[in-house]
């Protein structure tokens, strides 16, 4: 009879074991869990990074003037005819 609770004891810890240690265990689930999270939450800026882009696109595909705008903005490009003054700040 002290051999089978004997057998019994080393099968719980064994089993325990998994549960506890190693891969599939409590630990690594939630280290997991973690994981996906924050990957998710990554992915959740990159599409709205996507979808900026993606308007940004339409916009310049469909009209002159976002061009034109980005243009004398960024490039500080003037139609011809026109004049251009800068105010400094001083």
Do not use: C, D, P
């Not at 609770?5 to 630990?27: C, K």
Request: negative net charge.
């Amino acid at each position: 009879m002290k051999w089978l609770w004997l057998i019994v004891i080393l099968l719980l810890a064994g089993l325990q074991y998994r549960l506890w240690v190693g891969e599939g265990s409590l630990a690594h689930v939630a280290q997991l869990k973690q994981q996906i999270a924050s990957q998710e939450r990554e992915n959740e800026q990159l599409l709205e990074r996507n979808r900026v882009l993606a308007a940004e696109v339409i916009e310049l595909k469909q009209g002159v003037e976002t061009v034109e705008e980005r243009a004398r903005h960024e490039l500080g490009m003037v139609k011809q005819g026109e004049t251009l003054f800068q105010l400094s700040g001083e």
